[in-house]
């Protein structure tokens, strides 16, 4: 099986491809890549949502995911994590499949995507970040109510602890689950535009805790729709289209050439594609 369509363009240039060598064996000889993607397709109905992705993270970068509205975005991170089913591929973290390293891997979904009527205190839905690491059946204590504190105080949410999650505004709503996420302690955080509808202060928050977290060596990948901030916030780019159109450094790959084959083109690209998945489908 080829990895792309023989009429699909490659997911780099050549230049582009040197250069991502070269970033990849500079943190790869000491130890695995933090997230790596292999021939990732992903289809609803046998309509193509993502095909063949191939993607090599490497640990202490702080990644981001752009395209347009439809491209996959959110569909590549929840396949990635095992949330929705895919076609083919395969997604290990540290070297190691996904469901073997959970508690490594901290997760901040959409915020559109949570039951915000749900009855729970804004504490205890940071408190729920420590709970990978507690055993079976064990329940949380005072240790681990003051790590959910020091989250909560860290974002900005210090005195707020026994409100209803309903009763806080967006921003507020979102810094919440970034605090569950910062409670787990992982090393892999995976977050799903996590700056959409914010205010400017919760922005802000958001911009320097992306930057804490790898100045210590962690990992961060980030769904973002802000083209204007890209090239501030992020070490890596994966611009993405159904498919990997370029990933590697943001100073190299984040072009106007490669802007242009990421959001202009889709449903050329989509009826192409339609038809191959259905073939896969049927073979798998």
Request: proline letters at 6%; hydrophobic letters at 40%.
């Amino acid at each position: 099986m080829s990895s792309h369509p023989s009429s699909a363009e490659p997911p780099f240039t050549p230049s582009q491809v040197d250069s991502k060598r070269q970033l990849d064996s500079s943190t790869s000889q000491d130890q695995p890549p933090a997230f790596e993607i292999h021939d990732l397709t992903v289809a609803y109905q046998r309509r193509p949502v993502l095909w063949n992705v191939d993607l090599k993270l490497q640990p202490g970068r702080l990644v981001g995911i752009i395209g347009p509205n439809g491209a996959g975005k959110s569909t590549l991170i929840k396949a990635a994590l095992g949330l929705i089913p895919k076609v083919n591929g395969w997604v290990e973290a540290f070297g190691r499949p996904v469901n073997q390293v959970r508690r490594r891997i901290g997760y901040v979904p959409q915020r559109e995507s949570v039951d915000w009527d749900f009855p729970i205190r804004v504490c205890d839905v940071a408190l729920m970040g420590t709970y990978p690491k507690l055993g079976w059946f064990a329940r949380p204590g005072h240790a681990e109510k003051e790590r959910a504190a020091r989250c909560l105080e860290r974002v900005g949410l210090a005195g707020l602890e026994h409100r209803q999650i309903g009763e806080l505004s967006g921003g507020q709503q979102q810094r919440v689950f970034l605090a569950r996420a910062l409670a787990q302690e992982a090393d892999l955080y995976i977050m799903d535009e996590p700056m959409a509808g914010v205010d400017a202060a919760t922005e802000k928050t958001i911009f320097e805790l992306l930057r804490d977290l790898r100045d210590q060596g962690k990992t961060v990948v980030v769904v973002h729709h802000d083209l204007r901030s890209v090239p501030e916030i992020f070490d890596d780019v994966v611009m993405l289209n159904l498919r990997v159109v370029a990933y590697g450094p943001t100073a190299l790959v984040f072009n106007s050439t490669n802007l242009e084959n990421t959001y202009r083109g889709r449903l050329t690209i989509l009826e192409r594609l339609g038809q191959a998945v259905s073939t896969k489908q049927r073979t798998e």
